[in-house]
């Protein structure tokens, strides 16, 4: 997977990840200190961890425990994008939607006759 949206949300697909993410964004952390609040080993932290960085979502300036786990906005941008152009695709949908209910709701109320097509 070389794609780096697709790479993105295949890391946060699992929720130690996301919950890695989440306490990222208060600052940057050590392993040990992001490993603290699992019961988990901080080697398997640190494989998350790996899979995050892959992915461009967190940075390291070296290896090890004592280094710290830095969040990159960038790909979180390119997400963002991604998924706010879909929202408003979304939001158009609902709002045709909406108009052809309101439309069906006053034909069946009386308030204005129905739409009928003249045939010749």
Avoid: C, N
């Amino acid at each position: 997977m070389t794609d780096p949206l697709s790479q993105a949300f295949a890391a946060l697909a699992d929720p130690t990840r996301r919950d890695l993410v989440a306490r990222l964004t208060e600052g940057d952390a050590t392993v040990g200190e992001l490993a603290a609040p699992y019961e988990v080993s901080v080697q398997a932290v640190s494989k998350h961890l790996k899979v995050l960085e892959q992915a461009g979502l967190v940075s390291r300036a070296a290896a090890g425990r004592r280094s710290p786990v830095h969040l990159e906005a960038e790909v979180f941008d390119l997400m963002t994008k991604w998924i706010e152009r879909y929202r408003q695709r979304a939001e158009a949908r609902y709002r045709r939607l909406d108009a052809v209910l309101a439309d069906m709701d006053d034909e069946e109320s009386g308030r204005r006759p129905p739409h009928t097509e003249e045939t010749a």
